[in-house]
């Protein structure tokens, strides 16, 4: 069994690593430390689960699960991020996600959400699931979490500058950050509020009244 783990964090995929060679005994792994180099492994039929972290160099939020269905319809996708599991997996989940699953969590429940996801079924907190069964079923009352988006005041001043045409390069350096911490923003902005590209991050943007121009 082959298995891509995408994420940055050395510590990370080894822990991943790690943990999967305990579960299964004939597996293989591909490792990329950002999304650009993770793209070209997509439409590999070989891969039975991708382990995608959200805060990628080069990611672009849900739309790289939308990328990854693109290329391969079957595949299975494990989120696997340090942000909050009940702001961001509704979103990953919609986008076309199998599971979501936060960093901080112990390796014994990391180890079913994996298993859950081979199984062919779907891992997310119980909390999620409730979410997600108010939204679909149209309860009335339900909360959308694509209602309202809560951006910190970094993340809104690096929208704006996207938004205005910088470069993530450009804005690092306006900002004297790194590269990959502006990277980190772009993903994380993209992902709270749903967008794939610029234009539409520029529209929904303008929808929920966070930038006017």
Same mark, same amino acid.
């Given at each position: 069994?082959k ?9 990370i995929?080894?822990?991943m690593k ?10 293989e792994?591909i ?7 993770a ?6 039929p070989?891969?039975?689960? &991708?382990?995608?972290d959200?805060d990628i160099?080069? *990611?672009?939020?849900?739309?790289? /699960?939308?990328q990854?269905r @693109? !290329? =391969?319809?079957?595949a ?6 340090a ?6 997996? &509704? ?7 199998? *599971?979501?699953?936060?960093?901080? /969590?112990?390796?014994q429940? @990391? !180890? =079913?959400g994996?298993?859950t ?5 779907r891992?997310?907190?119980a909390?999620?699931q409730?979410?997600?069964?108010e939204?679909?079923s149209g309860?009335h ?20 500058l996207l938004l205005?045409?910088?470069w993530v ?7 004297n950050?790194?590269?990959?911490t502006?990277s ?6 993209f992902s709270k ?5 610029l234009?539409d ?9 966070l930038?006017?121009?």
């Open positions: 069994m298995v891509l783990i995408v994420d940055d964090h050395f510590m995929r080894n822990s790690f943990m999967l060679q305990d579960l299964y005994s004939e597996i792994f490792e990329e430390d950002n999304y650009y180099n793209e070209r492994h997509f439409s590999n070989d891969i039975a689960l &991708i382990i995608l959200i160099p080069g *990611g672009t939020g849900t739309n790289m /699960v939308k990854i @693109a !290329a =391969r319809n079957d299975r996708i494990l989120i696997c991020s942000s909050d599991e009940e702001q961001m997996a &509704i979103h990953y989940i919609v986008a076309g996600a199998d *599971g979501y699953l936060e960093k901080s /969590v112990d390796p429940e @990391a !180890a =079913r994996v298993a996801v081979l199984n062919g079924k891992y997310v907190s909390d999620v409730r979410q997600l069964l939204v679909f309860r009352g339900a909360v959308n979490p694509f209602a309202s988006v809560r951006l910190s005041v970094r993340e809104k001043q690096v929208m704006h205005e045409g910088k390069k450009e804005i690092a350096a306006m900002l950050v790194q590269a990959n502006i980190t923003f772009k993903s994380r902005i509020l749903g967008a794939s590209s234009f991050l520029e529209k929904k943007a303008k929808e929920k009244g930038y006017h121009k």
